[in-house]
């Protein structure tokens, strides 16, 4: 006959495992070099990503406590973290304890309820006799002296504790094979294997959906952050085209306003050269209008133009300066039209009395030339007659 044992602890261990993938129960140890390995840290809340160096990586005993209280008060705020607090804490527990127990022999029972203030007194004392009676720790309340002792002492070594175990598991044993039939305890352990197998298919099908459930939400999230840093990379670039766009406008108006100042200027310099010119024509046309009357200019009046105020002349009016050019430039049209007008004037009375002057000698001049022109006649004629009769008698 094959003696079997059957260990529940270690079945229910071995289930576990499979479920997550394992052929055998794998130690802390692995696990924790599976998790840095695989960067599954990277995925951890940004608040608690110190927490596994805390816990694992550093030792701080005296001040464990208050470091990892922001973390703790974070997983109690989220509400899908939540039901890990519980745990969370009796974890840190074990891991102060277990850091204090390299350092101390010996505490009072106030100091560690300061440095586990995170725990309540009452829980702390329970859960530091559960962890003891599982083999997590090795400490014993003295609740006589008020201390907390700590380290291998007493009934606490390992190997008398690990003797005790041994030795009620062994009584166990031999009451087991003295009430019970080994035929019933067989059958029972048969079944036990009959049910595990039978459950086993299940457990793979779960298993499976379990783990295509996290690939399909590990897909979901993927496609979710490759959605998020799309629409941020388009986001990014929207604003980075408004701001070019803004920038060019920006610039166009400047180099508008720069034009427009420009324009603006060359119009004023235009204007401005337009009225001096103009003032100067005025000028030159009013010492016209006073050399044509017989007036000297005075000195100070040339160069008057040049010498003109630039404001002045910006204050000027462009029309009336205009308007003034125009009726001073009338004014020498009349004037040199009337002096035209008394020459002609002047020209007709010379021409009439020269003519009354010359009228007597005119006549006188006729007469002469009449005299003149008769005798002239008259020796002609008789020059004629002459000439022809010596021509009729040859």
Same mark, same amino acid.
């Given at each position: ?15 576990? &495992?499979?479920?997550?993938?394992? @052929?055998?129960?794998? *130690? ?14 990277? $995925? ?14 550093? !030792? ?34 074990? +891991? ?5 127990? *390299?350092?101390?022999?010996?505490? =009072?029972?106030? /100091? !560690? ?13 329970? !859960? ?25 002492? #007493?009934?606490?070594?390992?190997? =008398? ?28 352990? &048969?079944?036990?294997? +009959?049910?595990?197998?039978? @459950? ?9 959906? =379990? ?66 010119? $103009? ?14 009357? #017989?007036?000297?200019? %005075?000195?100070? &009046?040339?160069?008057? &133009? ?17 308007? %003034? ?5 009338? +004014? ?31 006549? +006188?001049? !006729? ?5 003149? /022109? ?21």
């Amino acid at each position: 006959q094959l003696e079997v044992d059957f260990d529940p602890e270690k079945d229910k261990q071995q289930r576990m &495992a499979t479920l997550v993938g394992h @052929s055998t129960v794998p *130690q802390r140890k692995a696990v924790l070099s599976d998790l840095v390995s695989r960067n599954i840290t990277s $995925l951890v809340f940004p608040e608690l990503r110190e927490l596994l160096d805390k816990l694992e990586v550093e !030792f701080d005993p005296l001040s464990l406590g208050d470091q990892v209280k922001p973390m703790l008060a974070f997983v109690e705020k989220t509400p899908e973290l939540n039901k890990y607090l519980e745990p969370l804490k009796k974890m840190v527990l074990i +891991k102060l304890v277990q850091q204090l127990s *390299q350092v101390y022999v010996t505490m =009072r029972i106030s /100091d !560690f309820a300061r440095l586990a203030d995170f725990m309540s007194l009452h829980d702390c004392e329970k !859960f530091i006799v559960e962890a003891v009676s599982r083999n997590q720790a090795m400490v014993r309340l003295d609740h006589k002296n008020g201390t907390l002792n700590l380290g291998d002492k #007493g009934l606490e070594s390992e190997g =008398r504790r690990s003797q005790l175990t041994n030795l009620a598991k062994g009584l166990q044993g031999t009451l087991d094979l003295v009430h019970q039939d080994k035929q019933e305890a067989r059958a029972q352990k &048969a079944e036990a294997f +009959k049910q595990l197998a039978d @459950s086993l298919e299940d457990e793979r099908k779960m298993m499976t959906m =379990r783990r295509q459930q996290i690939e399909e939400r590990k897909e979901l999230v993927e496609r979710e952050m490759h959605l998020k840093q799309m629409e941020d990379e388009r986001r990014r670039r929207m604003e980075d085209e408004e701001r070019r766009k803004a920038e060019e406008a920006r610039k166009e108006e400047d180099k508008k306003r720069r034009e427009e100042a420009r324009a603006q200027q060359e119009k004023e310099e235009k204007e401005l050269a337009e009225k001096k010119r $103009l003032k100067e024509q005025v000028e030159a046309l009013k010492a016209e209008e006073k050399k044509g009357k #017989g007036k000297a200019a %005075a000195p100070e &009046a040339k160069g008057a &133009a040049e010498e003109m105020d630039e404001n002045e002349l910006k204050n000027m009016d462009k029309t009336e300066l205009i308007k %003034a050019k125009r009726e001073q430039e009338e +004014k020498l049209k009349r004037e040199a039209e009337e002096r035209i007008q008394q020459q002609v004037q002047k020209l007709d009375h010379l021409e009439r009395a020269r003519r009354e002057n010359e009228r007597p000698l005119l006549a +006188k001049v !006729f007469d002469e030339q009449k005299e003149q /022109d008769k005798v002239r006649w008259e020796v002609e004629s008789q020059q004629f007659i002459t000439n022809h009769k010596k021509k009729y008698e040859e």
